[in-house]
């Protein structure tokens, strides 16, 4: 199709989730959908249907275990700054230091933040916790 001189090509790719083996509420089903193995067909590439496993529904229940846990996390304080050196390869003389967080979660330990960034950026706490860095790493200097 063509919208306002730009050609699009529109492919359709499905997560199926069922009720009551998947959940029993539309807010569930919703979330079963968006998450875990079952948005593995957009991964895949186009034209593509999956349907919810019993990894995809711990991988959600998982999911939507951090992200609760996420929400409480500035007021426990369980965030952390770790600087890695950043390094002149030809003189090897330190240059500047590079500001990673780590998430000091009270069950898991220290988690990295491959663990819980997507998570945060998918509820909407991404731009809190990248302002809470700045700060972080700001107050150090």
Not at 29 to 56: H, I, M, W, Y
Not at 80 to 108: C, D, F, K
Request: aromatic share 6%; proline share 5%; charged share 25%.
């Amino acid at each position: 199709m063509v919208i306002e001189g730009h050609e699009l090509y529109v492919t359709t790719s499905i997560g199926i989730a069922r009720s009551p083996e998947d959940g029993t509420d539309a807010e569930t089903l919703l979330k079963t959908c968006r998450r875990g193995d079952v948005t593995a067909p957009r991964k895949r590439g186009e034209n593509n249907f999956q349907f919810a496993t019993a990894t995809s529904m711990e991988t959600t229940s998982d999911r939507l275990i951090i992200e609760r846990s996420l929400h409480h996390a500035f007021e426990r304080e369980e965030f952390v700054v770790h600087y890695q050196p950043m390094t002149n390869l030809l003189t090897g003389s330190v240059v500047g230091a590079e500001a990673l967080i780590r998430w000091n979660h009270p069950e898991r330990g220290l988690m990295p933040p491959d663990d819980f960034i997507p998570i945060a950026e998918e509820c909407g706490l991404i731009l809190s916790i990248g302002e809470w860095v700045l700060r972080t790493a700001g107050e150090a200097e």
